[in-house]
């Protein structure tokens, strides 16, 4: 019988992902959920509905609403949270990063981690340094990662992968896919998806 498995869709510049990123895999092996992370990039996809930017700042009370129930949700997980400057954060390079990662055996530790630079520090995701310190504290050796990131080849995998979240109808992030192409939206769908994945198994 194969392992019931998950999907987990996600831009590093989305704060409900950070919280999701954060407690996904302790769930998941609780009720033996296999998971899969998939960076991609929500920018492409938010531009088909007309937006330039996050929902957070186009709507200003869907902002506020947002950031202080992140606030909540953090006390709540035990989670440090610190507004980066400037929101949303451009996500490009730490989801390039990732694929490189994801295909050896640091790539979800690295996911959970850039995630708790960016909102539970206040860094910059989109810097080098940032991304090399990260690195760094996994005992990655950055240059040649960082070098292979932007190689056009790993360019094209992030360019596929945001086409195949499209092609799966994600809208917005975390969202969650299950073998049979069920959909599931928001952090606070993880435990959903990861029992609709169970009956199927």
Not at 18 to 42: C, E
Not at 43 to 71: C, H, V
Request: proline fraction near 6%; charged fraction near 20%.
């Amino acid at each position: 019988m194969t392992k019931p498995a998950v999907d987990f869709w996600f831009d590093f510049a989305s704060t409900y992902s950070y919280l999701a990123a954060a407690r996904i895999r302790t769930l998941a092996a609780d009720m033996k959920v296999a998971i899969t992370f998939r960076p991609f990039l929500l920018g492409p996809i938010f531009k088909t509905q007309g937006w330039d930017t996050s929902p957070f700042n186009l709507y200003p009370a869907k902002g506020r609403y947002m950031w202080r129930d992140l606030e909540r949700q953090c006390a709540d997980q035990g989670l440090p949270l610190k507004r980066p400057d400037p929101f949303p954060q451009h996500s490009v390079l730490a989801a390039r990063v990732a694929l490189i990662g994801l295909g050896q055996d640091w790539g979800d530790d690295f996911c959970v981690n850039v995630f708790r630079a960016q909102f539970g520090e206040g860094r910059s995701i989109s810097e080098p340094a940032t991304l090399a310190a990260v690195l760094a504290d996994l005992n990655v050796v950055a240059e040649p990662v960082l070098a292979a990131a932007q190689a056009d080849d790993n360019k094209a995998r992030l360019r596929t992968q945001t086409e195949d979240a499209a092609r799966y109808n994600i809208f917005g992030a975390p969202s969650f896919t299950t073998s049979d192409g069920e959909l599931f939206w928001g952090n606070d769908r993880l435990e959903q998806a990861l029992a609709w994945a169970r009956r199927l198994g």
